[in-house]
């Protein structure tokens, strides 16, 4: 045991900075670190990592059941596994062999452990108990005029369901304009940088994940050569191509079928992640909700919703395609980057 408590130590030490990026995605970080723990003290000894039987136990049944994170924090956890048994391989606590056989496992049952995490039929009466209670306090702490702007919002999707209209037709409340009459402020962040990367902008409503897919590929400078993915609450979604791949149970969704209305009423986060060989993954936060008549509170720029969609701000050069080890960046340039957005309105 003392190996394994030695090897705790030494990685808490190590790789403190890297720790620091994940919890800067997760709004309880103790919880992480409760789960490293967790993790080897299951472990009786170091060869037990390479037992995939016990990684499963762990990864597919008490991390579901147990740990306590939001949707968009359960990329997060599965990352820093990843990262802690590449850490024991270099530090030969596992053999290449063995290390390369968990990481195989960890990869070939990636989606069912992100959608595992978030199905309520495998979680514990506690954690059921405390997601409920955390739910709630993410609630209340919202800001009054984006909490009265859900909530109206909800009072309009229950009261489309008590009627069970046919004719998809959604009656907004008197007080409430149309979804299309809104634009959202979303702050887009590149992780794993410091300091960090990332992108302010300003989308209608009413744009799908398709759409905002645009509007991140053109405010970091990048050219739409690889593919991508979105993942809310453990599910994925990704553009149809018409290409039919194996994701057993939990297949993806398609990003037209979302509008970005329907993905930030219920989530205050999401995860995008381009080109799945250099694999940049971004964090997407909901910042405003903002009326097309009070457009001019984000920038005084701004006349109208014609304009939109516009990146406000950011920091940082964005790396450049297909330049993952190479350091290679593009300046940031906003009138740039805004000139390309315009040709997508």
Known sequence: MAKIDDLIDKYFQTKQDELNDYTENIDNPAELVKMLLEFTDSMEKPQDFADLKLLEQFYLKHLPAETLVFADEVLAIHEVILDFYQFMQENN???????????????????????????????????????????????????????????????????????????????????????KSYAIQLRVDLTGYKPPIWRRVLVPFDYTLDDLHEVIQNSFEWENEHLYQFMIKGQFYQPDTGFIDDFGEFPPQDTASMTLGEVFIFNKSIDYIYDFGDDWQHKVKLEKVIPYNELSSASSKLTGPEQLPICLTGRQDAPLEDSRGEEAFASFDLDKINKRLSELS
């Open 93 to 179: 606590f596992l053999t290449k062999k063995d290390y390369l056989n968990a990481l195989s496992f960890l990869q070939k049952n990636k989606h069912t452990f992100l959608s595992k995490m978030m199905d309520e039929q495998v979680w514990s009466r506690e954690k059921k108990k405390r997601m409920d209670e955390m739910n709630q306090e993410m609630i209340d702490s919202l800001p009054p005029e984006m909490n009265d702007f859900f909530q109206g919002l909800n009072n309009m999707f229950n009261q489309e369901e008590e009627k069970q209209s046919t004719d998809n037709v959604i009656d907004f409340p008197s007080d409430y304009q149309e979804p």
